[in-house]
């Protein structure tokens, strides 16, 4: 993992002193809420529907125990017990007091954490693949790279200000579970013709109103001149994305109304003036951050362990989370783990202190002390022997943490919706709830195999919905939450934008609907072709029946 | 107002030329860019310094035909979070070497001092009561991710090497 030097820790330091003296002006009236307000943005701190809501940072879902333990303290002694894993690998609080975020901050800083840039018109928490350095299928380990780019884009002297906000997703794997296509840029990490490791770039994805698929701006970009291109690419998007609109700010609507390739055109020019001075960093800063992502140490151990069988074959939860929450580790012997936040009938995301404190103590014994936060809102163990199994998956399902549901229906994605969210049209967590219990039997899931439902409780799609095999979305009629089904996204390799298959429901109604969609999938599939295949091939019109009749 | 000097260069005294109005002989005025670019060479030669006033909504590439001729340019923002006239300013210094003074007008928030210094800027004209705090916000960091045109080396060239700023290697390429 990477660890802060002198000068890092000088600037997460230096801005808590900033965020302190700028609360405290703020407490003493000398600034007001509307002075404030761009002040807080720039550091995480939103005010919702309750109280003050404050986002942290978890560089490319990257952290060690310490770090983790760090997080249940903070839950504990400032908030209310608990924190929400998002899917942009931040971690929210939803009960901070303004006069002790300067605190919360400064307890952050000293395990080398921070809420730079977790909100406002400037570049994002870089995002990336939670088994990243675990996996045997990835070209690199994108991490050393989104650790560049996190330093290149903190504080920039010209990128702050941007039109609206920028995100951008990295992944080192073929299999892309970083959902790249949907974000801002979108960086894929590969190897040329001649063995040399590189990026495809992409441009111009993201959700909110308008949904979009990133499209290619190059093929093939060397690594040492991933920071003088994305300079160029965000330059040009500073001076000319549009600033008379907000629903229009995104680099997707320039790039929409420009075209890729003028797009590609006017970064290239730019590019060309720019590549030759140091914006890129020297190659010794590139092999220094890499040391720091160095694979563990694991020992290659035998692949099968007598203990994990015989627990598998005696207790079948075990034997049903072994095959869903963990998944194959590159060194032999070892697995990464999938600790679900989604137990059924919880809220998604959601972890207690006490939670918190155990995947930490987990972590120190069983995986190298390092644990990583999915888009998808779970926590993972991203080394572990497969002769711990057992162990670990004994504590975790004495916490409340063990459902075997990664990958699966009830592995639900959803926004804070209403019950916290100031800009919400419904709430989302309910129906997140209604749909685990409904489908509360492991081997139901099973047979239904991997499907994503993914849950925003307005247009905003916090919750990812464009992209679920099943997204819900929330919307107000007349004063009423109804909620659109659509069908058909996908957020990885294969990105597609979900369709609306037609009138929205009740709360109970799409619940319902979820029911019968996945009853046609069932009654219609070939072999074990999956839901997101099945739909592709029969269109949605034999869904469209199934949910609102034939007449 | 009162004039903050980010780098300690020497501020330029000008009057804004009113529309139609010539310059006196050897004064500093300052002009719209929409007539410096219809202005013939007896102007420039007339005014002392001539400065531009552009908004974040002029396209740089409109100032290249006049940057060299210039001794001054007044960046005005409508808004604190336009960030266009961070790019402009860095346009003027990376595209077109420009040496003079750049000053910031407009709403901008003492939280932004340092982000002015290290696009280019040299001045910013602020409210009589944002000067404590635009002074105080000028000392908070001990050092950036980036080089910048304030002349200071990005913390990741400072780990490897010493003095290395964007300036100095423009220079020397
Ligand atoms: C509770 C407070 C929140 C507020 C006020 C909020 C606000 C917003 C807004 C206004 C947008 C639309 C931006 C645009 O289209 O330009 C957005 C998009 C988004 N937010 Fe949130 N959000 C909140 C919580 C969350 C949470 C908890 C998550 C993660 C679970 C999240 C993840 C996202 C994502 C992934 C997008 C879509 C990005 C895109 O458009 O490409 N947000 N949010
Ligand atoms: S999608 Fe809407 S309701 Fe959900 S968190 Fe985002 S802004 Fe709030």
Redesign the pocket.
């Known amino acids: 993992m990477y660890a802060y030097d002198t000068y890092d820790h000088a600037m997460v330091n230096a801005r808590v002193a900033e965020f302190r003296d700028q609360v405290d002006r703020r407490m003493t009236g000398e600034l007001t809420e509307e002075e404030f307000r761009p002040l807080r943005l720039m550091n995480g701190l939103?005010l919702?529907l309750h109280a003050y809501?404050l986002?942290v940072a978890i560089p490319y879902g990257t952290l060690s125990a310490n770090q983790m333990r760090k997080l249940a303290h903070v839950a504990r002694k400032y908030d209310k017990g608990y924190g929400?894993f998002?899917?942009?690998q931040?971690i929210?609080y939803n009960w901070p007091k303004l006069s002790e975020t300067p605190d919360i901050l400064q307890e952050l800083a000293d395990v080398e954490m921070h809420a730079i840039q977790t909100s406002g018109n400037c570049i994002r928490n870089v995002t990336t693949d939670q088994f990243a350095g675990a996996v045997a299928d990835e070209v690199a380990d994108p991490r050393p790279y989104a650790e560049l780019i996190r330093q290149w884009s903190s504080f920039h002297p010209e990128f702050s200000f941007l039109p609206?906000?920028f995100?951008i997703a990295i992944t080192g794997a073929a299999e892309d579970r970083a959902a790249v296509k949907?974000?801002?840029i979108g960086l894929v990490l590969k190897q040329n013709e001649v063995g040399e490791v590189g990026f495809e770039v992409l441009a111009g994805?993201?959700?909110?109103?308008?949904p979009v698929i990133a499209k290619s701006m190059r093929d093939f970009l060397p690594i040492s001149d991933m920071l003088s291109y994305l300079e160029a690419m965000l330059r040009v998007y500073n001076e000319q994305g549009r600033r008379d609109n907000?629903?229009k700010?995104?680099i997707k609507i320039l790039i929409d109304a420009m075209g890729i390739d003028e797009y590609r055109r006017q970064v290239d020019a730019e590019w060309e003036k720019i590549r030759h001075v140091p914006i890129d960093v020297p190659d010794e800063e590139v092999a220094r951050i890499k040391a720091f992502f160095a694979p563990p140490p694991l020992p290659v151990l035998a692949d099968a362990a007598t203990e994990v069988d015989e627990l598998a074959n005696a207790n079948f939860i075990f034997k049903a989370w072994l095959a869903n929450n963990t998944g194959a580790h590159k060194v032999p012997g070892h697995v990464h783990v999938t600790i679900s936040l989604k137990p059924h009938g919880g809220i998604p995301?959601d972890a207690t202190d006490e939670q918190m404190d155990l995947v930490a103590e987990l972590a120190d014994a069983y995986s190298q002390s390092e644990i990583r936060v999915s888009?998808e809102?779970n926590l993972i163990l991203p080394h572990v022997a497969k002769s711990d199994l057992p162990a670990l998956w004994t504590k975790l399902d004495q916490a409340g943490l063990g459902t075997p549901n990664a990958g699966l229906l009830t592995d639900i994605?959803?926004?804070?919706g209403l019950d916290?969210?100031?800009?919400a049209n419904t709430r989302s967590i309910p129906i997140a709830q209604t749909i685990t219990e409904r489908f509360d039997d492991i081997k139901r899931l099973m047979d239904i195999g991997p499907l994503k439902i993914k849950i925003s409780g307005g247009i905003?799609?916090?919750?990812?919905h464009h992209a679920g095999h099943i997204g819900i979305l929330g919307v107000d009629r007349r004063g009423e939450e109804n909620y659109q089904l659509l069908l058909g996204g996908s957020g990885a390799e294969d990105a597609s934008k979900a369709a609306i298959l037609g009138p929205g429901f009740n709360e109970v109604g799409i619940v319902d609907a979820v029911e019968k969609v996945v009853a046609v999938y069932l009654g219609e599939r070939e072999g074990d072709e999956s839901f997101l295949s099945a739909y592709r091939r029969l269109g949605p019109d034999v869904f469209k029946e199934a949910v609102y009749g034939t007449d | 107002m009162v004039l903050i000097n980010l780098t300690g260069i020497q501020p330029t005294g000008f009057t804004l030329l009113a529309e139609g109005a010539q310059p006196k002989e050897g004064e500093n005025v300052a002009v719209t860019v929409e007539r410096l670019l219809a202005e013939d060479s007896v102007f420039f030669e007339t005014a002392g310094g001539i400065g531009a006033v552009i908004t974040t909504d002029t396209p740089y590439a409109e100032l290249d035909a006049i940057a060299d001729k210039l001794a001054f340019v007044v960046i005005e923002f409508p808004a604190f979070g336009d960030g266009r006239g961070f790019s402009l300013a860095v346009r003027l210094r990376k595209d077109f070497g420009f040496k003079g003074e750049i000053r910031a007008i407009g709403p901008v928030i003492p939280d932004q001092a340092l982000f002015l210094l290290r696009a280019g800027f040299d001045t910013v004209d602020v409210t009589d009561e944002r000067k404590a705090a635009f002074e105080a916000a000028l000392s908070r960091f001990p050092g950036f991710y980036q080089s910048d045109f304030g002349g200071q080396t990005s913390i990741a060239h400072a780990r490897h090497t010493a003095g290395h700023t964007i300036e100095g290697h423009r220079e020397a390429s």
């Open positions: 939103y919702q809501m986002r929400h998002t899917t942009r931040n929210q609206r906000k995100k949907w974000h801002d994805g993201g959700m909110g109103r308008t907000k629903y700010a995104r995301g888009h809102q994605i959803a926004c804070p916290y969210c100031a800009l905003n799609s916090c919750g990812h």
